[in-house]
């Protein structure tokens, strides 16, 4: 077990015990010892001035891509565990489409243990809703959940048919564990490699519209309504699907929503110039699906922050739009993206975006974390909100560089990230 | 320092003696009008073919056919100074094979231009002669070409520049010496 | 003095270029149609310059009229064409250009099936890129052979009445037509079936005219695009035989029609489908007219950007040498 810390004079936000003032805080034995004003250090303790920081339950991100088993080239477990670190994340869900995709109980497995192995972060795998991810025939769910999986999705695919997602769904409730939906109505979406619309048509690139979304997540309500499963929107970028999750969730859907920091800051002008590191899918939108999915947002409509990280090598991206893969990576940058877009564009403040980038998400997957409370997993990020930084991919911890925020500045540095009480990463020395 | 910046070295009335002169040895050289074909390269040989012409038709009695040629397209500076906006054209009123054909520009200077122009007729025919009449000649020459017919001589350096001005383009008829920094 | 209009390395695109741009290229075309008439039909100005066609799709018009273009300016030319070269054994565009630049080529034209690969190229070598024809983005060179065409009869651009008939959504000859003609002050319509008018193209400066009937009574100039066979299989429209009846350009609609109207046609036809061979082969057809402007405007393309290099702004103060 590592020494007991203690992080002192740090201004403490934890949502889930709507704290928020000057405190110290002390880990040990991988848990939350103590908060308080004025703690002794125990014998043995490391003690650090955190003064003019945030002292914040580590973020939590149920949306990653980590390429292993498959293309290691792009990422591995251990090194997008080691960028969640960078970027402040201590828990992340591994979506299941790496090759082979996690659709049994060995594969789940592996990806616990390879993320263990690795202690930069908690890594849950999120299992195949159906056998390769093929939308024909059901996995066993029990048996994922039983290896480790906190969650079930086809991620980068929709479940296509209703009546296998409908079963799944029924079933998957019987074990508590939510259908993470990417939401896509394949007909609509066919050939689309951008979103539709005045961009689209002068760039000459065939558009997916916003329909593609709508439709698909009206459908998902629906069946959810119809099982009574847990559902969670993935990545929403439309201001439809918006409206249809708001309604859902007035009529009593156990529905949530999550929205990624790409979505909530950029347009599909981004696009322009061909730019495939602005290609990723669903698309950027339009300035008016910006502004609906960050209304959502702060409503609670949509409950969480998710970054859709989907690492993939230059080469791959370095061609014709067309033919590039759809994808960004955004472990390293969600945090300072947000805080930019949102705190210091007044639509949230500090405590409200710890909420929707840690408590919510953790909530909605059954995570142990999420929390400070005295007894909880001692998972916690120390970041600067004020300090402003340039986003250099090459500085990057993830292997993949693709990002559209390459040399924006962004707003939030992480300082410090703790897991189990342990620092897995320091950036003191970073400028 | 010149306290004069542009130097009028010939003015109308000497433009118009040597005009009249060198039509005078055209023809002479020629032994006649038979066969000769005067063209002027853009712009300003263009308006000097169409005073030599008058002058020849003037004691003559016979009318010249009179042709234009653009060598831009025939330059072999384009990486050197770059596409020019406007081409004009480039106009042989009669077949120039088998006769005698003067080419007639402002100056002669590095001889690049006569070259250029040279190669553009070939592209017409093949003239028994091809002969060359400048206004101007001011040395400086890049290659083995000489003018047959000239105006005037002046020594110039590269520091200078010799304009020939024609009304059509510049409201008056002179030759001026310029500073051309 | 003329004033110069500078160009960059590249044509990519008409979105791109300023209206001084696009009228200097329509005057230097208008010289370059007297060197295709004359009986020795070529000037040495690209003497020693080597141009690669690099074609990923299949075409004949636009490549042999590239071809000519270049011929005729003295050009040394190669033609690289889908089949038979390593763009089917899977090497990449990067690859390519980085092979053609250690070749020292000085142009290159490209025509490729994905939007923007002539910019991706551009980005990429040292060597001019004109694009002919990349996905459904732009084919600035019929964009600009079209305008000079309606300009040779209509007497100008400016306030002229132009509309586009056809699959607008797949076209790139649309977007460049739009782009130029816009600039240049022509009122610029489309016309088509609604599967084949793409969102957001009123964005563009464009009004859209659902039927064809509508268009005939509004337009000067018709600009009718060849329907792509495959459009039917894929799902944009029933039949030919119904696309014929509803938007195909024929006699008995122009003769409706309250003026005279300019028909142009990018090539290759489909006769009988979008448009009949008693309009194609009409009095009012230019369409051979734009395959010998299109010699013309590539010839202006390939003469204002091959002067572009970089001493070249120094020596133009020696310009007055003659």
Known sequence: MSRPVLLRGGRVIDPSQKLDEILDLLLADGCVAAFGKGLQAPDGCEALDVSGLVVAPGLVDLHVHLREPGEEHKETI???????????????????????????????GFVRAAGEQAGFAHVYPVGAVS?????????????????????????????????LLSRAMEYASAFDIAYFSHSEDLGLSAGGVMNEGAVSTSLGLRGIPNAAEDTA???????????????????????????????????????????????????????????TEAKMNPPLRSAADVAAVRDALVEGVIDSIATDHAPHHYEDKDREFDYAPFGIVGLETALGVCVRELVVGGHLDLPELIDRLSCRPAKIAGLPAGSLAEGSVADVVVFDPESRWTCQ??????????????????????????????????????? | MHSEPNAVVMDERAVRRAVARMAREIVERNAGTQGLILVGIHRRGVELADLIAEEIEKSEEQKIPLGTLDITLYRDDLSVIGPRPVIGASDIPADIEGRAVVIIDDVCYTGRTARAAIDHLADFGRPARIYLCVLVDRGGRELPIQPDFVGRHFEVTPAEDVAVLV?????????ELRKTE | MTKTVEFGKDLTGLEGLSVDQISTILDVAEPFKEISERPIKKVPVLRGKTIVNLFYEPSTRTRVSFEFAEKRLSADTVNISGSGSSIVKGESLVDTARNLEAMRIDMVVIRHGS????????????????????????????????????????????????????????????????????KLGADVAVCGPPTLIPHGIEELGVQVFKRVEEAIEWAEVLNVLRLQLERMKAGYIPSLRE?????????????????DILILHPGPMNRGVEIDSHVADGPHSVILRQVTNGVAIRMAVLYLLAGGSPERAEAAKMENRS
């Open chain 1, 78 to 108: 251990a090194s997008g565990a080691r960028a969640a670190a960078a970027g402040g994340f201590t828990s992340i869900c591994a979506m299941p489409n790496t090759r082979p995709p996690i659709d049994d109980p060995a594969a789940v």
């Open chain 1, 131 to 163: 056998i390769g991810l093929k939308g024909e025939e059901m996995t066993e769910i029990g048996e994922l959940m039983a290896a480790g999986a906190v969650a079930i999705s086809d991620d980068g695919r929709p479940v296509a048919d209703s009546g």
């Open chain 1, 217 to 275: 997540v009206a459908r998902d309500c629906i069946v959810a309504e119809l099982t009574g499963g847990q559902l969670h929107i993935l990545h929403v970028s439309t201001r439809g699907a918006v409206e249809i999750v708001r309604a859902a969730k007035a009529r009593g859907v156990n529905v949530t929503a999550e929205a990624t920091p790409h979505h909530l800051s950029l347009t599909d002008e981004a696009v322009r110039g061909y730019r």
């Open chain 1, 393 to 431: 991919p090459e500085e990057f911890y993830s292997l993949s560089r693709n990002t559209p925020f390459a040399g924006q500045e962004l707003v939030g540095r992480v300082v410090m990230t703790l897991v189990s009480g342990r620092t897995v990463h320091d950036g003191r020395g970073d400028r």
């Open chain 2, 167 to 175: 009304p059509e383009e510049d409201g008056r008829l002179a030759v």
């Open chain 3, 115 to 182: 939007s923007g690969a002539a910019r991706f190229l551009a980005d990429r070598i040292p060597s001019n890129v004109i694009n002919a024809g990349d996905g459904q983005h732009e084919h600035p060179t019929q964009g600009l052979l079209d305008m000079l065409t309606i300009r040779d009869h209509m007497g100008g651009i400016e306030g002229r009445r132009v509309c586009i008939v056809g699959d607008i959504l797949h076209s790139r000859v649309a977007r460049s037509n739009i782009y130029g003609l816009t």
């Open chain 3, 243 to 259: 696309y014929n009846r509803f938007f195909g350009i024929s006699v008995a609609r122009l003769e409706k029609a309250p003026r």
